[in-house]
């Protein structure tokens, strides 16, 4: 089971961190990745972390959001700085087992309820 929480409305250039905790099971071998979803868009990846420390991000993600896991915790955090109104939307933690694209949500295993990040101009 994976539990997201830390959304909220925040004003342009604000900051928000957003948590994904795992219970249940250890993801240990697992990749855990942030993906959104915005009224009337499909979900788009956003950022992702390897058991071993590895991140991806999306061209979008990258230079404001840092993604970061804590294995000891089964947790996984994304610190979201230089909010834009773009960024507005329901994020998404999940799990993925297999080496299949990162960049697809149809590649992931497990995913948590979402939580709604707004950030007004």
């Known amino acids: 089971q994976l539990q997201a929480s830390g959304g909220g409305l925040v004003q342009a250039g604000g900051s928000l961190r957003l948590s994904c905790a795992a219970s249940g099971h250890t993801f240990s071998s697992a990749l855990m990745g942030w993906f959104r979803q915005a009224p009337r868009k499909e979900r788009e990846f956003v950022a992702a972390a390897g058991w071993g420390g590895g991140t991806y991000y999306a061209d979008s993600a990258k230079g404001r959001f840092t993604v970061s896991r804590d294995n000891a915790k089964n947790t996984m955090y994304l610190q979201m700085n230089s909010l834009k109104p773009e960024d507005t939307a329901v994020y998404y933690c999940?799990?993925?087992?297999?080496?299949?694209?990162?960049?697809?949500?149809?590649?992931?295993?497990?995913w948590g309820q979402g939580t709604q990040v707004t950030v007004s101009s």
């Open positions: 999940a799990v993925k087992f297999s080496s299949s694209n990162k960049y697809n949500p149809r590649s992931y295993n497990y």
